[in-house]
């Protein structure tokens, strides 16, 4: 299996091999998926102190805040199936 590590932002790095979604955190549903992941204990903020622009979910349960846009982060993904 081919490891495949994308940067979010911040020097803070996730293997794309276990992102299920990149999405935008504006929306009620995403808004319940983040407090539940939280209540969990299985929500990272890696925007250090910046403003939320992207949630990563994980097929392990986690949930990752980014600071970097959606768009951005699927350029990268693009990049890495490309090299």
């Not at 929500?43 to 994980?58: C, E, K, P, Q, S």
């Amino acid at each position: 299996m081919n490891i495949k590590l994308i940067n979010i932002g911040f020097g803070n790095i996730v293997s794309a091999n276990r992102v299920i979604a990149m999405v935008s955190p504006e929306s009620a549903p995403i808004k319940r998926v983040m407090q539940e992941a939280r209540d969990r204990g299985q929500l990272v903020d890696a925007t250090y102190g910046r403003r939320t622009r992207a949630v990563i979910i994980m097929d392990s349960g986690h949930v990752i805040l980014s600071a970097v846009q959606p768009d951005t982060m699927s350029h990268r993904f693009d990049e890495e199936d490309k090299s």
